[in-house]
């Protein structure tokens, strides 16, 4: 698998991209700015772009998603609970941005729900529904690599804002009790902001679990 990050956007956001080597297939998570650079990666390693996967609808991770499909093709997938932030600039948070959005378009191609298996040549990625820092944030967890993509549901050493329009810290905190503890102390979890960790690791040193 092959397996890159970039550092986009303002608030400096994890996005994700993901290829088969066999198939040439990929996919890219959260793709909230620099489309021109993810778009070069895709380009140079000969790949083809099958999906945008959106874990929630705030516009850090999610700004970009429309240039990047202008440029690349693949469609672009988010929870049916999270559409509505793609089209309010108060609760997707764009207003922070003081000015006019010109990227986000507001329409996606499919919804991502609990249980459903997203496919990338060889590659299984099982959506596991993680609400709690938006009311349909998700998660994708690759059992074959031992990873999970959690977006801003768990940090290291930390958790997603819940304060904002939407927001649940009691659902958060359910979430990774239920859904990203019991995949295993060794999955390597991949943020949507800062260092990656490991379940284990937030399992037993993460304050809010104590």
Same mark, same amino acid.
């Given at each position: ?59 850090? $991770?999610?700004? /970009?998603?429309?240039? %990047? &499909? #202008?440029?690349?093709? =693949? +469609?672009?997938?988010? $929870?049916?609970? /999270?559409?509505?932030? %793609? &089209? #309010?600039?108060?609760? =997707? +948070? ?9 990227? %986000? &378009?507001?329409?996606?191609? =499919? ?27 998700v998660s994708f967890f690759l059992p074959d690599y031992n990873i999970v993509f959690v977006g801003d549901t768990l940090f290291a050493g930390s958790i997603g ?27 390597v979890v991949y943020p949507g902001h800062g260092p990656k960790t490991t379940v284990g690791r937030e399992r037993m040193t993460n304050p809010f679990f104590f």
């Open positions: 698998m092959i397996l890159e990050s970039f550092v986009v956007g303002m608030l400096q956001t994890n996005c994700y991209l993901l290829g088969d080597e066999t198939s040439k297939s990929c996919v890219v998570i959260d793709p909230g700015g620099e489309a021109k650079r993810i778009a070069r990666t895709i380009t140079a390693k000969g790949l083809k772009l099958e999906a945008i996967l959106l874990t929630h609808g705030h516009f850090d $991770h999610v700004l /970009d998603a429309w240039t %990047l &499909k #202008d440029m690349c093709g =693949g +469609l672009i997938y988010i $929870h049916p609970a /999270d559409k509505p932030l %793609l &089209k #309010d600039r108060m609760v =997707g +948070l764009g207003a922070l941005l003081m000015g006019k959005i010109t990227g %986000l &378009k507001g329409q996606v191609d =499919g919804e991502l729900r609990e249980g459903d298996i997203v496919r990338c040549g060889k590659i299984s990625m099982n959506v596991l529904e993680t609400p709690g820092h938006t009311p349909g944030h804002r819940t304060d904002f329009p939407g927001g649940s810290y009691e659902q958060l905190i359910e979430s990774v009790r239920t859904k990203i503890f019991p995949l295993g102390d060794d999955v």
